[in-house]
């Protein structure tokens, strides 16, 4: 066998140097992060002194937290992108595509080094209040996260591919670049017009290419702002900054990590158990159960597929043995990922309010009876769709209903806990997630006994990876979005829905649609953090509640998230439930048309996502 290269043989042992350097860090990070917001809650609550640094400290560990999960995330892989069109292409056009990103990557990270150095140097003479910290120690996790971004982008080129197929990638965005820059006067001449070519044209040639979402959003965003105005580029790295520093988004990895947890620790289980035994004997019993328990379960989590990884290996067995089809399975559980999105916690509630500006108090109140409607929706047409074969054998004895309740008491009592205790306005979201995080261990350790320290370390870590995923989206979106607001973009939006016929009932139909659409192609999260500044001034002007607005949008954006051919949920769902999506994709129209029946009446009663709040 031929010796591989000198230069070649080191590069794994570069790629190993990152990943000792961040995983670690990264988890450290997560575990002091929990550990100081744990201390603040008792030290606010229990001793009525609260810790004035607590909130400081944990959010100037935070951007250092998103920067080195979004690297740990593109090490792995996990960055979310468009794939329906690459996996559709030929292995040699795949292998070019996957090149093409990696190089579009490299050059983000290149071209936001020294604007993230510019910006660091900047913040060095602003003192944090409570610990009188350089700010510039917290922003420097911007810059540390750029330099590791390309380090990774460039390992990968050199282990993963071709270095001709590389140089013409390079070559290609040269040339690119070169007509961009002497076509200045041209573009510029275009007006609002140039939009098209670096926000239409570039993000979604980027996205269908497999580029990473964030990093679509970060290069349209420089070219725009390099091609078309005289604007420096330190701007998008302060927007960045501010996108992902909002002390509400500190939930974020809270959530993911109390997610991952409640599988270890046994909750998911015990819930799924006890409804199983409580309905499982009626007709379409257990589909039911299914859509019970992501009920419950869901937004605790940061991601549906780990809401559908802990329900569906549990009822997926039992579920075949009565009758149902592979397919049939995964559309319910496609459509149970639709259904769940505006329950609170959710973490899409959580940062709708933090881009948006409403309240997440509110939204928690008024996402509950619309995923409520959505949930009915699936068990009339649940059971229309099966028969007698999927009931149980017979009723079970009162006795074992009683043990199983017992049994699940305890996991049961932590969905309800953080829902009242958020409703009632006892504590923030952020809060109540640390308290939850420590509940969850002492159950899985000293209730269920399924708790195992040495899990503890790969989910701090897949914690890290998926809120630095998320939190790098948000960033980039920022940016983009005040790039779209200094263009007059949103000006024209809202003059153009404005002028439409139909009003409100029109604006209302548009919104579904264009959600719908970005659902199915950016997933939920890019797609509100982008247009949701955008469109939600425009829904107040023609008087819609920010409330029942955001329940449209998020039901919207379910729907197409789960819906083939493009939704990456529905795929997902697909692999969780070990189903082809051909036997699936033909099933799960039914039960979307469930999902979305119930958001056509959120649409027109503005008192099923309204009526709970409390009035000014």
Not at 39 to 68: C, H, M, T
Not at 153 to 180: F, K, M, N, Q, Y
Not at 236 to 248: A, H, I, R
Not at 480 to 507: C, Y
Request: charged share 10%; proline share 5%; net charge neutral.
């Amino acid at each position: 066998m031929k010796e591989r290269p000198t230069k070649q043989r080191h590069i794994p042992h570069v790629d190993q140097a990152i990943a000792w350097i961040t995983e670690p860090l990264a988890a450290l990070i997560v575990v002091v992060e929990v550990v100081i917001l744990f201390a603040g809650v008792i030290a606010r609550y229990a001793f009525n002194r609260p810790l004035l640094w607590s909130d400081e400290l944990a959010a100037g560990l935070f951007l250092w937290l998103a920067l080195l999960g979004s690297v740990i995330a593109l090490r792995r892989g996990e960055h979310m992108r468009m794939t329906a069109l690459v996996n559709r292409c030929t292995p040699t056009w795949r292998r070019r595509l996957t090149t093409a990103s990696m190089v579009l990557v490299a050059m983000v990270a290149v071209a936001l080094i020294a604007p993230a150095q510019d910006y660091m140097t900047s913040q060095w003479a602003i003192f944090t209040p409570a610990l009188h910290l350089h700010d510039a120690l917290r922003v420097a996790g911007l810059l540390a996260g750029m330099l590791l971004l390309l380090i990774i982008s460039v390992v990968r080129l050199l282990e993963e591919c071709e270095w001709h197929e590389a140089l013409a990638t390079i070559a290609l965005g040269a040339i690119v670049a070169s007509v961009l820059w002497f076509a200045h006067p041209a573009i510029a001449a275009l007006g609002d017009a140039s939009l098209i070519i670096f926000f239409i044209g570039m993000v979604g040639a980027c996205v269908a290419g497999g580029v990473p979402i964030a990093f679509s959003f970060m290069l349209s965003t420089l070219a725009y702002l390099t091609f078309d105005t005289s604007i420096p580029l330190s701007v998008v790295v302060s927007q960045m900054d501010q996108g992902m520093s909002s002390l509400e988004l500190l939930a974020v990895p809270l959530f993911v990590l109390l997610g991952l947890l409640l599988e270890t620790a046994g909750i998911a289980k015990a819930i799924v158990d006890f409804f199983a035994l409580l309905v499982g004997h009626l007709r379409g019993g257990l589909s039911y159960v299914l859509f019970i328990a992501m009920f419950l379960i869901s937004g605790i989590s940061g991601s549906k597929a780990a809401d559908q990884a802990a329900v569906a290996p549990v009822l997926f067995p039992e579920m075949k043995k009565r009758g149902w089809e592979g397919g049939e399975l995964v559309a319910q559980l496609a459509a149970a990922g639709a259904m769940s999105e505006t329950i609170p916690p959710s973490l899409v509630l959580i940062i709708i309010g933090s881009v948006t500006s409403v309240s997440i108090l509110a939204l928690f109140t008024g996402g509950l009876l619309p995923a409520t409607l959505a949930a009915i929706a699936l068990f009339i047409v649940a059971y229309f769709r099966s028969d007698a074969s999927t009931a149980g054998a017979e009723r079970p004895k009162i006795s074992r209903i009683a043990r199983a309740f017992i049994v699940a008491v305890p996991g049961l009592v932590l969905p309800l806990l953080i829902r009242v205790t958020v409703l009632g306005g006892v504590a923030t979201a952020t809060e109540v997630s640390t308290v939850a995080i420590f509940y969850t261990i002492a159950i899985g350790m000293f209730v269920y006994r399924t708790f195992t320290w040495r899990r503890v370390y790969p989910i701090l870590i897949e914690t890290a990876s998926l809120s630095g995923a998320i939190l790098l989206i948000i960033g980039a979106a920022t940016a983009m979005g005040w790039a779209l607001t200094q263009a007059g973009f949103a000006r024209d939006l809202f003059a153009m829905v404005t002028t439409m016929p139909g009003g409100r009932v029109g604006f209302m139909a548009i919104s579904i649609v264009i959600f719908l659409v970005l659902g199915s192609i950016l997933e939920g999260i890019p797609s509100i953090v982008l247009v949701g500044p955008l469109m939600f001034p425009v829904a107040r002007q023609f008087g819609i509640n920010d409330v029942q607005y955001t329940m449209v949008v998020i039901l919207a954006m379910g729907i197409g998230l789960f819906a083939p051919p493009f939704g990456v949920g529905f795929y997902q769902s697909c692999l969780i439930g070990r189903s082809s999506s051909d036997e699936a994709i033909g099933r799960i129209f039914p039960y979307l048309g469930g999902v979305f029946a119930a958001l056509l009446l959120v649409a027109a009663i503005p008192w099923l996502s309204t009526g709970f709040l409390a009035k000014p």
